[in-house]
């Protein structure tokens, strides 16, 4: 369960960045969604798929098995994550440091064991986004 929590904006970041690419950035538009950033991402794909046909590695894509875009996400973002404490905040990996998720995110009432973090915001108390 807390994949797919965990993971739901990332893959709705995902599928506008796919939408983007087949469709242009017309489609892909929203407030939260720059076009530089999406034209970004492609430019950063299209690189990767000629570093891996350059070293004979062929390309194989499922955008439905979820199993490799969460070991993705956690990989790379692994500095970034933060395990439960008994007394319901996280401890950071990488700097360790208390922090607790933000009351307003869908998982403040689920607190799953580990969390993958986009970035730390400093308020009265610190929050995770």
């Known amino acids: 369960m807390w994949g797919t929590i965990l993971l739901f904006s990332r893959c709705i970041i ?10 242009g950035p017309c489609y892909a538009w929203s407030p939260l969604y720059q076009v530089r950033s999406m034209k970004r991402a492609r430019d950063v794909r299209d690189q990767l798929e000629g570093l891996l046909e350059r070293v004979e590695i062929e390309l194989s894509s499922n955008p439905n098995d979820l199993d490799v875009i ?20 996280y401890r950071t990996v990488k700097h360790p440091q208390t922090v607790n998720i933000h009351p307003s995110s869908g ?18 108390k610190e929050l995770r986004n």
Do not use: C, D, M
């Open 107 to 124: 998982l403040s009432q689920v607190l799953p064991r580990w969390v993958i973090y986009h970035e730390l915001v400093l308020t009265t």
């Open 70 to 89: 969460k070991k993705s996400i956690t990989s790379g973002f692994f500095p970034h994550s933060a395990r439960l404490q008994k007394n319901g905040s």
């Open 14 to 23: 995902l599928g506008r960045k796919l939408i983007f690419r087949h469709n």
